[in-house]
């Protein structure tokens, strides 16, 4: 946007205050939805930028706001972009620089006043006394300058004036450009990486890959992007990897929902990676499917650089992965787990193990393996309290029993409510959350955290405490904040939200997740 003429200002809501002044102005405010609990933030923020400024356009887009878009109309956005969202922004911004939200019949302005056009998101829109020889600006011109919420108002436009020209949900093969991330929070400020017994590491992160190629049942990525998925051009990935070095990281995060949806394409990239940067490290994000069937790749990931695989395992139960359409079974996780070992390479597994189908049993079975396959430091102690999320267009409500046994969809918390059938398991799920959160508090380590929850889990089912054994393992690098996205939002992240909303001075926000 910036390199087509806008004024753009952005805030990451995670890392930085919105400023006010800036939302007053704005002609455009566009929000990103990338996760759940962003879009839950986003829900509670946009009645008050609606009150700080009634002239502003929004707009949401990201993976969220498609499948959110009736509750978010109902919150007054205009404009809802999902999938390759880029272009639709662009043509947003320069229709509405070109007056197309501003100018017509309907608009009702103070005697004398006239809309200045002026192009782009976040840019500042003033108004400009008549001109020469027509009628003479107002006396309380300078005030109104000052107050420039109350220069205008609104009148209700009709549905043909108000109907949306950009594609809700867009497919579109774009030309990528390098990632701007002018105005946004120092890189020290982000998640950084924790090496045990080495400090930690300043992270960077960039994106090969766009979409997805699976259809994994409760994955958000699948009711935008279908299966298709898009190649970011290597030398766009390197430049910003390069421009993301110079500010000092160590470490780069890659991003795409799974690295290997293009194979041949995403070990080129690795080798000229490391080629250009030896001394950086990065991680990336497989999935066990594709881990077993490219295995003959792995030797190669370890070799350039790569510290750690993150794997949305989910479950260890086949009944429970095949529900989701995960595309891999226990055996395969097993299988995955034991070859890494074998390689001296790290695998962070991440799971969803409170679903509608857990049982007691299976839960102890999940701890059970994770200690059997020494990984336990591999495995952030929130993952062992995640709640199953089945936003609207999940494809888990393609299952008629799923449609049985939710409840009706929950327009304030954005999703379809369910309980287990076993409310120990509810139980459970807060208690090992609490837990979790109270040992990020305390620093413990994962391995005391494991025990305590191993304990928790025994008591929930009724069970006589047995040792827990295990194995010394190597202390294995970690980002400072555990990744995931198919999840309901934990207390902690819901208690953020609501002080957030609550808050004396609302553009003051602070979001669990990604948010911007």
């Not at 300043?202 to 766009?210: D, H, I, K, N, Y």
């Not at 102690?381 to 939710?406: T, Y």
């Not at 391995?447 to 929930?460: L, Q």
Request: hydrophobic share 40%; glycine share 8%.
């Amino acid at each position: 946007m910036r390199g087509r003429g806008h004024a753009v200002v952005c805030f990451d809501l995670t890392r930085q205050e919105l400023d006010a002044a800036a939302v007053r102005s704005a002609e455009l405010i566009a929000i990103y939805l990338p996760m759940h609990t962003a879009t839950r933030l986003a829900c509670k923020l946009i009645p008050s930028l609606r009150a700080q400024n009634p002239l502003a356009h929004l707009c949401c887009y990201g993976l969220y706001a498609p499948m959110n878009a009736e509750y978010l109309r109902s919150l007054g956005v205009g404009t809802i972009l999902g999938g390759e969202f880029e272009g639709g922004l662009v043509r947003l911004a320069e229709r509405l620089g070109a007056g197309g939200e501003l100018k017509g019949k309907n608009k009702i302005f103070p005697q004398g006043l006239k809309p200045l056009k002026v192009g782009g998101l976040m840019s500042e829109l003033k108004l400009r006394p008549p001109s020469a020889g027509k009628s003479a600006p107002p006396a309380d011109w300078d005030a109104l300058k000052r107050a420039p919420t109350t220069l205008a108002v609104r009148s209700r436009l009709s549905a043909e004036e108000t109907r949306q020209e950009e594609p809700i949900i867009s497919m579109e093969r774009l030309k990528f450009e390098v990632p701007d991330r002018a105005g946004l929070a120092p890189i020290a400020k982000y998640a950084h990486l924790v090496v045990p017994g080495d400090g930690f590491r300043l992270v960077g992160s960039t994106e090969a890959s766009r979409g997805c190629k699976h259809l994994c049942r409760h994955c958000p990525i699948v009711p935008v992007y279908n299966g298709v998925f898009r190649i970011v051009e290597r030398n766009v990935v390197l430049t910003d990897v390069r421009q993301q070095v110079a500010a000092g990281a160590q470490h780069i995060s890659f991003g795409d929902p799974d690295f290997f949806n293009g194979i041949r394409h995403a070990i080129e990239l690795v080798e000229a990676f490391h080629q250009e940067f030896p001394g950086v490290t990065y991680d990336v994000t497989i999935k066990i499917e594709h881990l077993r069937k490219q295995e003959q790749h792995l030797a190669r990931l370890r070799d350039t650089g790569c510290l750690f695989v993150i794997s949305a395992v989910e479950s260890v139960d086949d009944g429970i992965l095949e529900r989701l359409d995960k595309g891999h079974t226990r055996e395969d996780f097993l299988y995955v787990a034991r070859k890494f070992r074998e390689l001296g390479m790290t695998l962070h597994p991440t799971f969803v193990p409170f679903t509608p189908w857990t049982t007691l049993g299976g839960y102890l079975d999940l701890l059970r393996v994770l200690a059997a396959e020494e990984l336990i430091e591999n495995v952030a102690p929130i993952q062992l309290g995640i709640r199953l999320l089945i936003p609207e267009g999940s494809r888990l409500l393609e299952l008629e029993h799923v449609r049985r046994m939710v409840g009706a969809f929950d327009a304030e918390s954005l999703v379809y409510p369910w309980g287990n059938a076993d409310a120990r398991l509810d139980a459970l799920s807060e208690t090992v959350q609490s837990i979790a959160a109270e040992a990020d508090r305390k620093k413990e380590s994962r391995t005391a955290t494991f025990a305590r929850i191993w304990e928790a889990a025994h008591v929930a089912a009724g069970q006589v405490v047995p040792e827990l054994r295990v194995r010394e393992s190597r202390a294995v690098p970690f980002l400072s904040e555990p990744w995931y996205c198919c999840a309901e939002p934990t207390r902690d992240q819901l208690v953020a939200i609501g002080g957030a909303a609550a808050a004396r001075e609302p553009e003051r926000v602070v979001a669990a997740d990604g948010f911007v």
